[in-house]
């Protein structure tokens, strides 16, 4: 072929990889027409009218890809002799190019392609098909002169063939020993056996057994042809003796001596009367309905089974006609009926006939025309199949619950064939993936119907099956007609038909709701497990509320002995900030057990989020840029604004620590929602009504799947040791919660975080949410107080700081000797400074006696856990106070000048 025949066609979506094609081919095709197409519809098309030498197919396209193009072309007679060669953007597994091959595909390109590479392809496949189609030219010639010799053969075969069947006698074709090579159709008639029965059989067994040693001892005077002609007697299947006339003459068939002999019967009429006896005895006795019909459809014969069915005489049965028994066969039908019957010669088919009591009954009528002395019959049997209609109707009816049964079960019915065709799919598969009946009757690919990450997967399961194995269920994203994806549960297994797997039948689920349960139970699970470790949490903060009281306390008491400059000094100011840091690190233990004393009150979210982004400015590296989006029409929420800065400053400072080596974009905004019921319904620590929506998200490396669901856990971090303990996010859940609210999280590997945090909108306008840090000096008094703890060490502490502030103190470990003491002598305290937890009697119990005895002293109420008492509480039982341990000197100096100032 030149290259000014050459016509290329190619297919691909993107024009400058048409362009690049059309640069090489005319580099190195000159004179070559190119015809471009920018999908597979258009190129389908311009292959069936432009008839192109060879066609180039990109795999990705949008619509339809490269494999579904190409399976389309080579189904189609008009295009299938075109060569394909489909080119990959992509280096493709193995699995791409063995699709590619199913779909029919003649090469395999891969981009970035040399042009050369190209040109070589093309001249590769110009050359195959150009032989191609000389063999073809060739193969037609070879099939026309074949065809016409085996025409001319099979005239004569027929010819001769006619003449060895139509003979009006028998021709037995038989070897030198007698044993029978081939008969014609009126020697099987002649024996009442089949062409089957009769090969292979000897002549002696078709003999009397009188005769049998005459005839074998004639058989070498037959092979020497002394003898042509021969008379005596052959034997019917029945063993009835027929006499019969032989002629010999002696062959060659298929390579070897044979002897041919013409077999005649010489008492044709005895013979058939013989017969006709034999016959009726026989119809007599049989269990089926036998009759011999007239011309005009009366009844020759009719044995004793037709009478017993029919509920009739034999003799009143021979009176009639068929058209008094079969109500399908008339008088005025039955000429047209019996032109039908002597032209087939031998019929079956169903009718009903009528037996004399009106009652009808299905049967099946086998008929043979006849002829008897010149007179044409219809010799007929009569099978009652009423039993077998209702078998028939019985499977008519359970193959139509079936069908109705799987149109209507919630599952997806298919089937599929080893290549991914889709074969059957019942109504809810088709509802379920947006597919009509025409449009899978047009051919649907089952490997279109799936997410293509998991293309590879199906197809090594499907293989799999096809190899024996059990695979049990499997998921897998399944897409629908609209681009839409959903997981489904599949169980596949294959159709065996004759030893032979024809193709994979199985059931599938949709898995949407059962996926959302099992969130939404994680999520309950969660919550309970936090709840758990929440108040475990509690109980181990009061405990060691306790010891950095001591820590704290002590170590306060001896910076105030320590001078400044000394290294001691220094030592204790380590100590102090590392009580602190601890007292803090109690704080955030708290309220992830929700066990924090928080004061709510009406706060503007945006302004919370402003004041914690200034900080985080000044912290987050440049190369994190922060964009906000605050919308002014969010309301107020009803929140501690510390803890709410806190949730903030927490989850911005995991996103800017997982981006600070490679930078990126961290994302806050603020907006109203609605919560809707199906929204509730997924997260359970939602209600329906309106929330504000803080979403924080960043586009950093993400979290990965197995420890997404831990993140919220108290202590769980996948950071250096140095910066995180693990708190971070379980003290956002624990606020959250204790907020009313919930807070989600969104994440893949890669593509970064998102966590939307919902709190309830209040209907109070907001309240200045900016706390005050200013810290006031410690001041000094000379009143006298009455400290109580149950633990020794703690009372000391406590008398010691009070003495330190010029105060006078007496200390008690026992609330029963302090009560004692007070009711001596109760005018001589000015205030009463107690902890809480306390054997023999607790501290609201002795407050509440002392109040009793003394309505106007201040007391303090000190607690390193307060689950069982709030400030709301502490002021109804008339407690002045409610102070949480460790507590420096100078926050009790301020909290008692307060409420000593206030007495006064």
Known sequence: MSTGQVRVLAIDDIQDSLDLIGHVLRAHFPGAELVTALNGTEGIQKARTS?????????????MDGFEACRRLKSDPATAHIPVLMISGIRVADIDRTIGVQSGA???????????????????????????QHLREQREELRAELSETLRHLEDQRNYLKSLFDESPDAIFVEDVQGNVLDVNRRACELHDLSREELIGKNVLDLVPPEERERVAGDFPKWSAGSIHHYSGFSYKADGTAIPVEIRRSSIIHKGQEAHLLHVRDVSERVEA?????????????????????????????????????????????????????DPLYTAEAWPEH???????KVLTFESLHRRKDGTTFPVEITTNYVEVDGKPFMFSFAQNIAERKQAEESLRQSEARFRELVALLPELIFEISPDGHVLFANRTGLEMFGYTEEELAAGLNAFNMFARRDVPRVVSNMSKVVRGENIGHTEYMAKRKNGTFFPVSAYVAPIIKEGT?????????????????????????????????GVLAGGIAHDFNNILMSIIGYCDLALQDSKEGNDVRGHLEEIMSAGKRARTLIKQIQTFSRESDSEKKPVDIRSVVQEALHFLRVSIPVMIRIDTDLHEDCGTIAADPTQVHQVVMNICTNAYQAMESTGGVLRIAVEPIEVTPDLAARNPDLHPGPYVRLIIEDNGPGIDPYHLPRIFDPFFTTKDPTKGTGLGLSVVHGIISGHHGAVTVESEPGKGTRFEIYLPRAKTPAADATASTQELQPQKGTERILCVDDEERIAQLSKRLLETLGYTADSFSSSAEALAAFRENPDMYDLVLTDLAMPELTGTELASTILQIRPDIPIVLCTGYNQTVTQEEVVRTGISKLVHKPFTRDQIARDLRELLDRKG
């Open 51 to 63: 008839q192109p030498s060879i066609i180039l197919l990109d795999v990705l396209m949008p619509e």
């Open 106 to 132: 003649d090469g395999y390109l891969c981009k970035p392609y040399e042009p050369n590479e190209l040109i070589s392809q093309i001249h590769s496949l110009l050359r195959i098909s150009a032989n191609e």
């Open 273 to 325: 009367e013989k017969k006709i006896q034999f016959t009726e005895f026989s119809l007599a006795h049989a269990s089926l309905a036998a009759f011999w019909v007239a011309e005009d459809a009366s009844f020759a014969y009719a044995n004793e089974a037709a009478a017993r069915s029919l509920g009739y005489t034999k003799e009143e049965l021979l009176s009639m006609g068929v058209p008094d028994i």
């Open 338 to 344: 019996w032109k039908v019957f002597s032209r087939e």
């Open 501 to 533: 797997i024809v193709g994979l039948r199985g059931i599938g689920v949709d898995v949407t709701d059962r996926k959302r349960a099992e969130e939404i139970e994680a999520r309950m699970m969660q919550a309970d497990k936090l709840e758990s470790i």
